[in-house]
């Protein structure tokens, strides 16, 4: 079945505690993305990756780290997580499209994170 | 920055009523745009994406896009119950034709 799998699904964790969300997809996508979701503001791109080893910062990339070290694999680093990141976060892949093609993305199923 | 811009609602509508949802769009170079659904506690889907001006139908959706305008719309005909979600306008945001900025969602609420 084609997925984007993201973990953990949930996670509590405390000020400063450095955590990793993992995102993974079996789709042979060469994009991939971060989104954190917050009521009223929507999804906001945090990094994004057009290929393996190629990423860049998207709009709210501050606090946040990622890694494209394979095709597959796209984890966001929360080096020192502030309370601010207290948020639903999801992970996106996409095949290469141009315009004219559906650049449908492909969400995982999100991962709600609160930082106390 | 590019921005898309939508009435976050919520907007009720009647069973079996048409439900317009509007995005408005800064940025005159964007190619495509897309319109995601997303149920609550859930991830977004695509439902309809456009990227010529006039409309596009698929089943009970009709996408409708207006370049001069910096407008697009979707349209969801005999409006159900489980059409109830947030709605989502995209808008594609560079010339790889990967990469989007998203509206904050239209909540669309169905009332049987």
């Known amino acids: 079945e084609a997925q984007v799998t993201q973990n953990p699904r949930y996670l509590i964790t405390v000020t400063g505690k450095k955590l990793t969300v993992t995102c993974s997809q079996n789709?042979?996508?060469?994009?991939m993305s971060w989104y954190r979701q917050d009521p009223g503001l929507g999804l906001r791109q945090i990094y994004y990756?057009?290929?393996?080893?190629?990423?860049d910062k998207g709009d709210v990339p501050e606090g946040y780290k990622v890694s494209r070290k394979e095709k597959r694999n796209f984890p966001l680093i929360l080096e020192s997580p502030s309370p601010n990141q207290t948020s639903l976060y999801f992970c996106a892949s996409s095949s290469g499209t141009t315009f004219a093609n559906t650049g449908e993305l492909f969400f995982g199923e999100g991962s709600r994170l609160t930082v106390l | 920055q590019k921005e898309v811009e939508q009435n976050s609602g919520p907007l009720s509508v009647p069973e079996g009523a048409i439900a317009s949802l509007n995005c408005t769009y800064s940025d005159r170079g964007s190619q495509s745009f897309f319109w995601y659904r997303q149920y609550s506690g859930k991830s977004p889907e695509l439902i309809m994406f456009?990227?010529?001006?006039g409309d596009k139908e698929d089943g009970r959706f009709t996408a409708q896009l207006n370049k001069a305008s910096q407008y697009v719309s979707l349209l969801i005909r005999d409006s159900q119950p489980s059409d109830s979600a947030t709605y989502l306008c995209a808008s594609e945001r560079d010339n790889y034709g990967q990469n989007f900025v998203f509206g904050p969602g239209t909540r669309l609420s169905v009332l049987p």
């Open positions: 990756s057009m290929n393996v080893e190629v990423t």
């Open positions: 789709m042979n996508h060469e994009y």
């Open positions: 456009i990227y010529s001006n």
